[in-house]
């Protein structure tokens, strides 16, 4: 049996299974989502709209486009934004989609959305980010989408006059309301957008100190940020990921963990640098998910080029987190080593094995890691208080030392989704966790002696 375990364990984690799946993926940005309520995840691309038929294939229902999902009229199935095509597409139980009128929108051209329910009543709204056109010099706006009870949706006045590229939301100091970090290029300085509730919102990333860059520069290049907690103490963290030139002034300002300190530091957060995450000038979008089930988020990071500056190779790269800040390059031993340039890379356990798979580069890899225990939560919303997706939900996880935390979100890096359903690999704890729940509301939840190796399903109780 231990040499059994060893052959196992010197496995590549992931196998490409694209083409036994009959999937036909671009590279363009991926959403993860289950469209169909049949508790698999399915895939909206570039490409188009993938059924995951109990992953044993997929089949295709609809036209392609860059996509987040939310359920925007809490009827129990997940629609479609497009954010590259700014439309609104209506789920039709789960088999078709049909156009939802949007009213007239700012002329804008976009490379990412979040979405989320950022004024308290119920419904998911959007966050549309706005970048440019660089042959006019053109910054176009970013603009709320706001979600009046699932029926028709208002244009809040622009927010922004930066160059944006990935927008993604998180509630980092536990208030009930949900934030944004916003991704600027053009090396002008990110934003955090803190809400101070009903959706008002005021840019501190100075203050909180995430602008993500050096002395000597407003902001960096950068593309796509994530969220996550990567060093396992309950506290949201942010991963931003800069494309980076050299120029006369010197290094422009690399991609960068930012630590948040928690409620004893006012939920600042503090610079910890690249923490292993190699130069690479055309880094893109980020993803993070516990791959191998340590209980530790670990990263893919991509690029724009395959080729950049000075002919120098730039690659997609999987970074597995050691603890305390460390990323160590596991690229080539994990199967991923030969990605093209792209912005799609995002998590999904799509044949739900408790291992999270992988959409990057035009193709999927499950993973076939060793076995390590695991949980996956859902949660579901009343429709009323709370979203039916429960997007800005937060889950803490108490296991073998760490407060495991994750976080329901729909937009992640530039314009890709992770699955909706959190994952938590728990190691070798092979005994009941205690679960916190902390709804988008504020309202908190507190489960005793939760059976691993499974799915929880949680619903919201006002």
Request: charge should be negative; proline fraction near 4%.
């Amino acid at each position: 049996m231990l040499a059994a375990f060893l052959a196992l364990s010197s496995l590549p984690a992931f196998a490409d299974a694209t083409e036994k799946l009959t999937l036909t993926l671009g590279t363009d940005a991926a959403c993860c989502v289950d469209l169909n309520e049949d508790g698999y995840p399915d895939l909206a691309t570039g490409s188009g709209i993938w059924i995951n038929e109990k992953s044993t294939t997929f089949h295709r229902i609809g036209e392609g486009g860059n996509f987040i999902s939310a359920d925007f009229d809490n009827d129990g199935y997940r629609d479609l934004f497009s954010w590259s095509q700014l439309r609104l597409l209506k789920n039709q139980n789960g088999r078709t989609f049909a156009a939802w009128p949007l009213p007239p929108l700012p002329p804008t051209v976009s490379r990412g959305a979040c979405a989320g329910d950022f004024n308290g009543d119920g419904f998911c709204d959007i966050y549309v980010g706005g970048y440019e056109d660089w042959d006019r010099q053109i910054t176009y706006p970013s603009f709320f989408l706001m979600n009046d009870a699932g029926k028709t949706f208002r244009v809040v006045d622009p927010v922004s006059n930066y160059r944006t590229r990935g927008v993604t939301a998180c509630d980092f100091n536990r208030d009930g309301n949900l934030d944004i970090y916003v991704s600027n290029y053009r090396l002008q300085p990110n934003q955090l957008l803190i809400n101070s509730g009903k959706a008002k919102f005021s840019d501190r990333a100075g203050e909180y100190y995430v602008l993500a860059t050096s002395p000597g520069f407003d902001g960096g290049h950068s593309i796509g940020s994530a969220w996550g907690d990567f060093d396992s103490d309950g506290q949201f963290d942010l991963f931003a990921g800069n494309f980076a030139h050299r120029d006369d002034r010197g290094d422009q300002p690399k991609s960068r963990f930012l630590r948040n300190e928690g409620p004893a530091k006012s939920y600042h957060f503090e610079d910890r640098g690249p923490s292993g995450v190699f130069y690479q000038e055309s880094y893109a979008t980020p993803a993070a998910g516990d791959f191998d089930n340590d209980g530790q988020l670990d990263l893919v990071f991509t690029t724009v080029y395959g080729t950049a500056s000075f002919g120098v190779p730039n690659f997609p790269v999987l970074y597995q987190n050691t603890g305390e800040f460390k990323f160590t390059d596991v690229t080539a031993a994990n199967g991923v080593d030969k990605l093209p340039s792209t912005y799609q890379a995002a998590w999904a356990d799509f044949n739900r094995d408790g291992r999270l798979d992988l959409v990057c580069g035009g193709k999927l890899f499950l993973n076939q890691s060793p076995a390590q225990h695991w949980l996956e939560v859902k949660l579901i919303g009343n429709g009323k208080k709370v979203n039916r997706d429960a997007i800005g939900a937060q889950v803490r996880v108490h296991s073998l030392g760490k407060l495991i935390t994750r976080q329901v979100e729909a937009g992640t890096g530039e314009g890709n989704q992770n699955d909706l359903t959190l994952h938590f690999g728990l190691g070798d704890n092979r005994k009941h966790v205690d679960l916190e729940i902390l709804w988008p509301n504020g309202q908190k939840q507190t489960v005793r002696r939760v059976h691993t190796q499974g799915l929880a399903t949680f619903r919201f109780k006002s």
